[in-house]
């Protein structure tokens, strides 16, 4: 099957660092990217879709200057967390699609475990 | 846009019971239901899908059915085993989106 991967799998920051979380679609072309954020025990949370050459789409409520995207190939999308702060902690997760290859499927990256100090 | 509820929150089982999840969804356009399983920690993993085009699915120990009047859909895990315990999400997909909304999940605990 299709596979995603993400990295870093986990990551520790202070206060006001930014951090950057890769999305790669290893074996496909994903031309629509999604990041989304889980709390503990709640369900996926969609932050933002990613397109490829073109500005991510922000769902409402999420602060684009804040998560910047960038999906610049078919195969990477990048997630920064601009000058985090402990609020920001969570687990990022991002998926991908291939309409063309897989039809509708989304297929999941592993997850990104961020902890702001 | 599409709201999908999903219950039960909490679903405790004995190994080799039947396990229900349900879900409800309220956009009559929603074409296809996917079932994703997440264990602690990990990525959600596809399990199980259906198009609005059929009323069920079976896989195995795993099926999903589908009532397009009533707008739900329930997966069915029989025979379960303790390695089904996880955190099921069903979520919908609108035919003019290509963004499935999930619903909250089932933590699905199944005890020896």
């Known amino acids: 099957g299709a596979v995603v991967s993400q990295h870093p799998s986990w990551v520790i920051c202070k206060s006001g660092t930014s951090v950057k979380i890769e999305c790669r679609s290893l074996?496909?072309?994903?031309?629509?990217m999604f990041w989304y954020r889980q709390f503990p025990k709640q369900s996926l949370m969609l932050m933002a879709t990613?397109?490829?050459?073109?500005?991510?789409?922000?769902e409402q409520g999420v602060e684009k200057d804040k998560f910047l995207i960038n999906h610049a190939s078919l195969t990477l999308s990048t997630l920064t967390v601009t000058s985090a702060h402990p609020e920001d902690s969570s687990f990022y997760i991002c998926?991908?699609?291939?309409?063309?290859?897989?039809?509708?499927?989304?297929?999941f990256g592993p997850g990104t475990r961020l902890l702001v100090l | 846009g599409e709201n999908v509820e999903q219950h039960p929150s909490t679903l405790s089982v004995q190994e080799g019971d039947s396990a229900v999840i349900k879900c409800t969804y309220s956009?009559?356009?929603?074409?296809?239901f996917p079932w994703y399983k997440q264990e602690l920690g990990k990525r959600p993993q596809l399990i199980i899908d259906?198009?609005?085009?059929?009323g069920e699915k079976k896989d195995q120990r795993i099926a999903v059915t589908l009532n397009k009047t009533a707008k739900h859909f329930s997966l069915h895990i029989t025979e379960t085993q303790p390695e089904d315990s996880a955190v099921y999400f069903c979520?919908?997909?609108?035919?003019?989106?290509?963004?499935?909304?999930f619903g909250r999940g089932t933590s699905l605990i199944v005890h020896p």
């Open positions: 956009d009559s356009a929603s074409n296809y």
């Open positions: 979520a919908a997909r609108s035919g003019g989106s290509y963004i499935p909304t």
């Open positions: 074996d496909f072309q994903a031309t629509t």
């Open positions: 990613s397109n490829e050459g073109s500005k991510a789409t922000y």
């Open positions: 259906i198009r609005s085009n059929v």
């Open positions: 998926s991908a699609r291939d309409q063309q290859q897989r039809g509708e499927t989304q297929y």
